[in-house]
Nanobody, 121 residues
Framework: QVQLVESGGGLVQAGGSLRLSCVASGHISSVKAMGWYRQAPGNQRELVAGITSGGNAIYVDSVKGRFTISRDNAKNTVYLQMNSLKPEDTAVYYC???????????????WGQGTQVTVSS
């Protein structure tokens, strides 16, 4: 089993920045691609960004140019740097990990508990 623990959420004004972190533990050898989903009230969860073990990243269109996903494989950690935050970025952000090394929405096997990000206008 794999455990994912997120940190770094909080309240920020529009235009500000936050960095989310997620540390994986447990059966680490099964962790390949990692990523971040988010879910706002009344909305479905959406894949915000994903990254393979080799560093290939993808982003949802709404965050391109503002968010950057990265990972430190030695620390079993994935990050999401969020800049130029907008009120519509407000959501619970979930760290995810997959047993396959490709980023495909719906193919993630492990989920963290989530961390709240609130962007005030």
């Amino acid at each position: 089993q794999v455990q994912l623990v997120e940190s770094g959420g909080g309240l920020v004004q529009a235009g500000g920045s936050l960095r989310l972190s997620c540390v994986a533990s447990g059966h680490i050898s099964s962790v390949k691609a990692m990523g971040w989903y988010r879910q706002a009230p009344g909305n479905q969860r959406e894949l915000v960004a994903g990254i393979t073990s080799g560093g290939n990243a993808i982003y949802v269109d709404s965050v391109k140019g503002r968010f950057t996903i990265s990972r430190d494989n030695a620390k079993n950690t994935v990050y999401l740097q969020m800049n130029s935050l907008k009120p519509e970025d407000t959501a619970v952000y979930y760290c995810v990990a997959a047993r396959v090394d490709i980023v495909v929405s719906g193919w993630f096997d492990y989920w963290g508990q989530g961390t709240q990000v609130t962007v005030s206008s």
